[in-house]
């Protein structure tokens, strides 16, 4: 299993901030997959920049990538954008589940633009930037991207 986490952040990229919700994911993320290959980077809020490094990374063979900030209503949020651009399809009920479950905790949740999408055989995954918004968003998930992954890749059986 390959999963590669990008924060997408100006101030942790120019180093004036700590990232503390990519190691969050990170660690989240070999809890579900013990097995996994980790890569974990920070950028810079520049949406023709993260779509570009989705589309390598997907195109690599990582079979999850974690985005976690950029999703918000801040004029540099794009990241929803960039994702889109690098989607081939996209699976919305990810997305509404996040954002739901979210909803329960933070009624600010509900201002979160992330989406979720395939290219190829990559699940790509939007997370808030808050190290408690990427963490809430991804056990939100976890339980079904197990699955997700299997019939990406090819698989046919369902629960």
């Known amino acids: 299993m390959q999963i590669a986490i990008v924060t997408l952040s100006d101030r942790c990229a ?3 901030m700590e990232d503390r919700s990519g190691p969050a ?7 579900l997959f013990p097995e996994a290959a980790l890569a974990n980077e920070i950028l810079p809020d520049d ?15 990582k079979q999850l990538i974690l985005t976690t900030g950029g999703t918000g209503l801040g004029p540099r949020d794009r990241t929803p954008e960039a994702t889109r651009a690098a989607l081939d399809r ?11 479950e979210g ?8 201002l979160s633009r992330g989406i979720a999408g395939m290219r190829g055989q990559t699940l790509i995954i939007n997370l808030p930037g808050s190290e408690r918004g990427a963490r ?7 339980p079904l991207l197990k699955h997700a992954l299997e019939i990406i890749s090819g698989g046919d059986r369902h629960p």
């Open 14 to 16: 120019a180093g004036q």
């Open 25 to 31: 994911l990170a660690a989240l993320a070999l809890e």
């Open 47 to 61: 949406q023709a920049r993260l779509t570009a490094r989705l589309m390598e990374l997907a195109d690599a063979g």
């Open 90 to 100: 996209e699976a919305p009920g990810l997305a509404e589940l996040m954002r739901a």
């Open 103 to 110: 909803m329960k905790q933070n009624k600010f949740a509900a």
């Open 136 to 142: 809430e968003s991804f056990l939100a998930v976890a």
